[in-house]
């Protein structure tokens, strides 16, 4: 049987931490920056962890 391929998506947006919890960066950092105050462009610089809910699942996809 072939060996599992990673999502190369998946594989380039998300982080393993070294205790094994997934990081990720927050959205809406992208475009239309203008109309979004300085304080909230600020607070979506920093990066949290992945959901609980859905970290076994991303976990899967970047192996």
């Known amino acids: ?3 599992m391929k990673s999502n ?8 393993k931490t070294a205790s094994g919890k997934v990081k ?3 959205a809406y950092k992208a475009h ?6 300085t304080k909230r462009k600020r ?7 992945v959901a609980k809910s859905e970290e076994k699942r ?6």
């Open 32 to 37: 239309i920056l203008t109309k979004k105050s």
């Open 58 to 63: 991303v976990k899967i996809m970047i192996q």
């Open 43 to 49: 607070n979506l610089r920093h990066a949290t962890l």
């Open 1 to 3: 049987m072939p060996k």
């Open 24 to 26: 990720r960066y927050k």
């Open 8 to 15: 190369r998506g998946a594989a380039k947006t998300f982080k």
